[in-house]
């Protein structure tokens, strides 16, 4: 396929620095790709033009012919007087960027350039091998020294769909529809992504897997990762047991207490579980600082879109196929784009990962979900979007709950992967452009919505989505008859299932959810 493109023209002038321009162009979405590029300007700062051009099997400069996949930055020139400016993927707005200490710099360029390698490499993205030759030559190359290239067997696409289980359906929930139209027998219509289906019971496994193979492709042997609700931790321990790498998790001791069930599978699934002071935060910073201690074999696999560029941009182009599959879903169903997508918001991969594919369509209303914990004046909530104010996190800028000295307030939800005090720079950067909407819900309602998920469609959400089906009791009544609503069910509560039979049975005293 040879293709040239322009990317002048397809991007408002609003996004102009809004991941990368040429991310919107045919060719980089169908690749997926977003680089980071030096664009080309004019004396006038107008985007001059762009040089690409790619064949089946290799992207190529047509000014040097050079493979891009030996390229760090992709150089485009229009041949005249022209001010070269550098489009930095991490930068979203005023948010992102990398704020680490020296040493990790050179870490996390290694890492996206591969990233960047990957992404657009068809060995890592479509290609099956053939599996039994391959099968041997992994086997050599883990039993000696050896340091190839050849680490995948399997392609991303085909490990998405035959261990993930990918794609996951689309599901029209009639119960819940009807539950929700007014006295005229009006109401939109409801549907949900069932990222609940997948293998691990949320969407974590999806970012998970694709970056556990990044670490094989890089060399890496060991994967480090913090979790708080311990859906990444699974997701991650899995994948690190597929592919053979050692896995080290560490969890917050008060997050193990709420989700035990999902550290005692990390145990089975052969991780090391280390148990920190603290919350998912803790866990995090503490991740970070080992994986500074050990940065040549170690893997720091990031479960959500937070952190130092490239982390943030990994995790959303990994957790991206959830919207690309509702597009196409959304078609095949009723011959359209949703009206409206509705998200929880922890710290942004889920929530990103079903709104990236409709940034650009301005007709699509994208809703994030955010958790107010015992009220969002009580002080006790993780509410970031709502209550934060811009600082530095976990190295990037964006939103964050902070006092008035810059010190990180303890967040609190009854989601505990909703219980952090930061959020993504992505999902900061489209709340300032007021291209995505924002709202809160506090715990007791999450706990009601999970009850009546359970009642009438008989899916029991995560807690931390509960959240977004909670507020659909608000939007439902503000839409048009028919309006096609999307909800990513972003996983399944069996984790939670002990902490809503305790409230529940605060409430009718025998624990039984009630019949509405
Ligand atoms: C099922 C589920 N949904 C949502 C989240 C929130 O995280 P994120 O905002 O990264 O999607 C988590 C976090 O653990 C989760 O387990």
Redesign the pocket.
Same mark, same amino acid.
């Given at each position: 396929m040879a293709c040239s493109n322009s990317f002048h023209g397809c991007v408002s002038f609003r996004y102009e620095n809004y991941c990368s321009p040429i991310c919107k162009s045919k060719l980089f979405s169908y690749l997926n790709c977003n680089w980071p590029l030096t664009v080309v300007k004019n004396k006038s700062s107008k985007v001059v033009r762009s040089v690409l051009s790619i064949t089946q099997d290799t992207l190529t400069s047509k000014e040097t012919n050079i493979p891009v996949r030996r390229l760090d930055i992709l150089r485009l020139t229009d041949g005249g007087e022209t001010e070269q400016v550098l489009f930095n993927a991490g930068k979203f707005g005023r948010f992102g960027g990398i704020f680490v200490p020296e040493t990790l710099v050179s870490c996390l360029k290694k890492l996206e350039a591969e990233f960047n390698m990957a992404r657009c490499d068809p060995e890592f993205q479509v290609n099956s091998f053939n599996y039994d030759f391959l099968k041997f030559l992994d086997f050599y190359v883990w039993n000696t020294s050896f340091s190839g290239t050849f680490y995948h067997l399997w392609s991303l696409q085909q490990t998405l769909r035959d261990y993930v289980g990918r794609e996951t359906p689309l599901y029209f929930a009639q119960r819940l529809t009807d539950y929700y139209k007014n006295c005229m027998g009006e109401g939109p219509e409801i549907y949900l992504k069932r990222?609940?289906l997948n293998h691990g019971?949320?969407?974590?496994i999806n970012n998970a897997i694709a970056q556990a193979m990044l670490a094989r492709r890089m060399g890496r042997k060991r994967v480090l990762a913090a979790?708080?609700?311990?859906?990444?931790g699974v997701g991650t321990a899995a994948a690190c047991a597929k592919l053979s790498l050692d896995c080290t998790i560490l969890m917050g001791n008060v997050d193990m207490e709420r989700q035990s069930s999902n550290m005692v599978l990390m145990k089975h699934l052969g991780a090391q579980v280390i148990p920190i002071e603290g919350t998912?935060k803790d866990a995090t910073s503490e991740a970070i600082r080992n994986w500074v201690g050990d940065l040549d074999n170690s893997y720091y696999l990031s479960?959500?879109?937070?952190g130092p560029h490239p982390c943030p941009s990994m995790?959303r182009e990994f957790?991206s196929v959830i919207g690309k599959e509702t597009r196409k879903q959304a078609m095949e169903k009723w011959g359209g784009k949703p009206d409206v997508v509705v998200?929880?918001?922890? !710290? /942004?991969?889920?929530?990103?990962?079903i709104f990236h594919e409709f940034v650009r369509d301005e007709d699509v209303r994208l809703i994030g979900i955010e958790a107010a914990g015992t009220g969002i004046d009580s002080g006790k909530h993780s509410a970031t979007l709502a209550k934060g104010e811009i600082g530095v996190y976990h190295g990037a800028r964006s939103y964050l709950l902070q006092d008035d000295d810059g010190q990180i307030i303890g967040p609190h939800s009854i989601?505990?992967?909703?219980h952090?005090p930061g959020?993504?720079p992505e999902l900061s950067f489209l709340k300032d452009i007021e291209r995505a909407e924002f709202y809160t819900v506090i715990d007791k309602e999450a706990l009601d919505a999970y009850a009546l998920l359970c009642r009438l469609e008989g899916i029991f959400?995560?807690l931390?989505?509960a959240h977004a089906f909670a507020y659909l009791g608000r939007l439902c009544k503000t839409l048009p008859n028919g309006t096609k609503v999307v909800v990513n069910c !972003? /996983?399944?509560g069996d984790?939670d299932a002990d902490v809503v039979f305790k409230h529940l049975q605060e409430q009718t005293s025998d624990g039984i959810i009630p019949i509405f």
């Open positions: 990222e609940d019971g949320a969407h974590k979790t708080g609700a311990g859906q990444h998912f479960g959500t879109a937070v995790v957790q998200a929880c918001v922890g !710290s /942004g991969s889920n929530a990103l990962g989601g505990v992967g909703l952090y959020v993504g959400p995560a931390e989505v !972003s /996983g399944r984790k």
